[in-house]
Nanobody
Framework: VQLVESGGGMVQPGGSLRLSCAVS????????MSWVRQAPGKGPDWVSA????????HYAASVKDRFTISRENAKNTLYLQMNSLKPEDTALYYC????????????WGQGTQVTVSS
């Protein structure tokens, strides 16, 4: 199982980034997926989740109406479109495979850094 994030970088407040997570080694379309972030000196913070077919999405209150999670099962890829970025969005962003039938995650990527600064 492998999850590889990309698309991070440095952006000014108000800017946008699109993160991608390319997965391999498992049947991507069979698993719910999430994005989780970790700011310096803080614990992991759940950002967003999407079900297997992409028709059901959920967001943390802090990113709702600014971020959009999506997936392309044919390409084994998860996305996170981030708009109106704020300095408090600065973090290492991970994609994670959700456990089947219980809370939590069993596989994570290595993360991609997002820095929002003027």
């Amino acid at each position: 199982v492998q999850l590889v994030e990309s698309g991070g970088g440095m952006v000014q407040p108000g800017g946008s980034l699109r993160l991608s997570c390319a997965v391999s080694g498992f049947t991507f379309s069979s698993y719910d997926m999430s994005w989780v972030r970790q700011a310096p000196g803080k614990g992991p913070d759940w950002v967003s989740a999407i079900n297997t077919g992409g028709g059901s999405t959920h967001y943390a209150a802090s990113v709702k109406d600014r971020f959009t999670i999506s997936r392309e099962n044919a390409k084994n890829t998860l996305y996170l479109q981030m708009n109106s970025l704020k300095p408090e969005d600065t973090a290492l962003y991970y994609c994670a495979r959700e456990l089947s039938g219980s809370p939590g995650y069993d596989y994570w990527g290595q993360g991609t850094q997002v820095t929002v600064s003027s």
